[in-house]
Nanobody
């Protein structure tokens, strides 16, 4: 399984970005998909997850109400819509996939920088 994240960039505080993660696998619809992020000097942290059907989502408290995760199984793609961005959202964002409880598949990361 290969995951390719894209859509990062530089945005002012209060702005929006939409991240995409394309998967090269026929089993994409069987994977729960998630987004994680890692800021400089910090550990990687969970951001959001969507289950394999797309009917269930869960968010970190820090992004709840501002970020929305979604997926299109026909396109093998998961998205992260990020609104009302804050400087503390600055990080490298990674998409990940799992079949069971372990995140076994990871993308290469895309940089998001929010200026104040």
């Amino acid at each position: 399984v290969q995951l390719q994240a894209s859509g990062g960039g530089l945005v002012q505080a209060g702005g929006s970005l939409r991240l995409s993660c394309a998967a090269s696998t026929r089993t994409f619809s069987r994977l729960d998909m998630g987004w994680f992020r890692q800021a400089p000097g910090k550990e990687r942290e969970f951001v959001a997850v969507v289950n394999w059907r797309g009917g269930s989502t869960y968010y970190a408290d820090s992004v709840k109400g501002r970020f929305t995760i979604s997926r299109d199984n026909a396109k093998n793609t998961v998205y992260l819509q990020m609104n009302s961005l804050k400087p503390e959202d600055t990080a490298v964002y990674y998409c990940a996939g799992r079949v069971t409880t372990s995140w076994g598949y990871w993308g290469q990361g895309t940089q998001v920088t929010v200026s104040s």
